[in-house]
Nanobody
């Protein structure tokens, strides 16, 4: 059974930074892709960033230039470095691993 555990969320002021981590039980090599999604209150869950096994990345337009996704296969961990945070980045952030594994989510709150 695959388990994904996020950490690193919290409260930060606008303009600040956070780094989210997603620790996977077992090797993540077998996953097709990994990624971060987020869901704000009253909104649908949306893709923030994704990374392929070969480390090819893609980002939502709203976070390009501010967020960086990476993975450390030796540590079975994926990261999301977030800088220049905005209040609209406030959401619960979920770790995803293909084909259909999800973490429990971590809250990110950006205050003005």
């Amino acid at each position: 059974q695959v388990q994904l555990v996020e950490s690193g969320g919290g409260l930060v002021q606008a303009g600040g930074s956070l780094r989210l981590s997603c620790a996977a039980s077992g090797s993540i090599f077998r996953f097709n892709t990994m990624g971060w999604y987020r869901q704000a209150p009253g909104k649908q869950r949306e893709l923030v960033a994704a990374i392929s096994p070969g480390a090819r990345t893609n980002y939502a337009d709203s976070v390009k230039g501010r967020f960086t996704i990476s993975r450390d296969n030796a540590k079975n961990t994926m990261y999301l470095q977030m800088i220049s945070l905005k209040t609209e980045d406030t959401a619960v952030y979920y770790c995803y691993a293909g084909p259909d594994y999800w973490g429990q989510g971590t809250q990110v709150t950006v205050s003005s």
